[in-house]
């Protein structure tokens, strides 16, 4: 009698052949969801090592412009032409961002900027541009044009300075004679009106 439970509990392990491994895997959700883990972190591993992964090809060395520019003529240089290159104005200033043509080419998430007069956008936060001829900026307060200069400041940093934005009936500047590397570096307005 006494060995009698001793005889059960051998016959219930023989007995249970589900109790494998993997059984034991998919029994428990935890298990499972581990399961899971792993197959997607070794997949990643694997598509990152050997899969094909795309590398966005290196944007090709245009030759650098020296120019003022109309809002019109601007315009023209939003990546869309077969050179790709796109000028971004901020604070009266136009930059050569073709370096950043992710940001501000074609399908970027700044792509409204490519080409255009960003001062408003960046000022305001909002990832819009306006279509007006020349815009004087002069109902921003000092806060957003804080922030105007601040970005100014970090395009200088960034990208080549092309030269300035012209108001309408403005002349542009001849930079024929400049050295190749000269450029402005102060952070100011090219009429210096929004430094005070
Ligand atoms: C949820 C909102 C936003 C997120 C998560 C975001 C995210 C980012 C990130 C991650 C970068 C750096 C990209 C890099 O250097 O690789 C960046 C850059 C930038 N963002 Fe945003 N952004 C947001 C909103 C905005 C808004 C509203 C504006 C403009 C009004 C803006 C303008 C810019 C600009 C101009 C750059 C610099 C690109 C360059 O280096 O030339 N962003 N943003």
Do not use: C, H
């Not at 792993?38 to 412009?65: A, M, Q």
């Not at 000028?87 to 992710?102: S, Y």
């Not at 400049?178 to 402005?184: H, K, L, V």
Request: proline share 7%; aromatic share 10%; no cysteine.
């Amino acid at each position: 009698m006494a060995s009698a439970p001793e005889t059960k509990t051998i016959e219930t392990e023989t007995a249970t052949p589900n109790s494998s491994f993997i059984y034991e895997i998919l029994y428990s959700p935890v298990n499972l969801l581990l399961t899971v883990i792993i197959v997607v972190l070794v997949y990643k591993i694997f598509r990152s090592k050997f899969g094909k992964v795309y590398v966005e090809p290196p944007t090709p060395e245009l030759p650098k412009i020296r120019k003022d520019m109309t809002v019109a003529e601007l315009r023209q240089y939003d990546g869309t032409q077969t050179d790709g290159r796109v000028l971004v104005a901020v604070n009266g200033w136009i930059f050569d961002v073709t370096r950043g043509r992710r940001f501000y080419g074609p399908g970027g998430p700044y792509a409204v900027f490519g080409g255009k007069d960003a001062s408003r956008g960046l000022a305001t936060f909002s990832v819009t541009s306006t279509d007006k001829e020349y815009d004087d900026l002069s109902d921003l307060n000092s806060m957003q044009m804080e922030s105007v200069k601040e970005w100014e400041a970090q395009f200088r940093e960034k990208y080549d300075l092309v030269g300035r934005l012209l108001k309408p009936g403005e002349e542009p500047t001849n930079y024929s004679d400049e050295e190749p590397e000269e450029t402005d570096n102060s952070t100011s307005s090219p009429d210096d009106k929004k430094d005070q």
